[in-house]
């Protein structure tokens, strides 16, 4: 079992940087890899970027270039390094663990097994 807590988040002003980060409790073994989801209100789930056990990584179109994910080396902690931050970034941001990949499409809600609260983030002037 894992626990996944984000704490972060926040207001930001158009062009501005946040780095949310993502806290496994738990047998960290239990997992394969962590991703960045977001949803807002009335909208479909949108996978941000992941990071699979063997450190490759995964983003979106609309964040590559701007966003980056990455691990610490326990293996406890995964954070999004959020750049250039634009309106169309609010949303709530969840990290989400998979247990084990069922297909290649490593951004797709339905591989992941363990969810975080969620954390708001507004990116707003």
């Known amino acids: 079992q894992l626990q996944l807590v984000e704490p972060g988040g926040g207001l930001v002003q158009p062009g501005g940087s946040l780095r949310l980060s993502c806290a496994a409790s738990?047998?960290?073994?239990?997992?394969?890899?962590i991703a960045w989801f977001r949803q807002a209100l009335g909208r479909e789930w949108e996978g941000v970027s992941c990071?699979?056990?063997?450190?490759?990584?995964v983003y979106a179109e609309s964040v590559k270039g701007r966003f980056t994910i990455s691990i610490d080396g326990a293996k406890k902690t995964v954070f999004l390094q959020m750049n250039s931050l634009k309106p169309e970034d609010t949303d709530v941001y969840f990290c989400?663990?998979?247990?084990?990949?069922?297909?290649?499409?490593?951004?797709?809600?339905?591989?992941?097994?363990?969810w975080g609260q969620g954390t708001q983030v507004t990116v707003s002037s």
């Open positions: 989400a663990a998979s247990e084990n990949f069922h297909s290649s499409d490593l951004l797709s809600v339905t591989e992941y097994d363990y």
């Open positions: 738990g047998t960290t073994s239990d997992y394969v890899g």
């Open positions: 990071i699979t056990g063997g450190a490759s990584t």
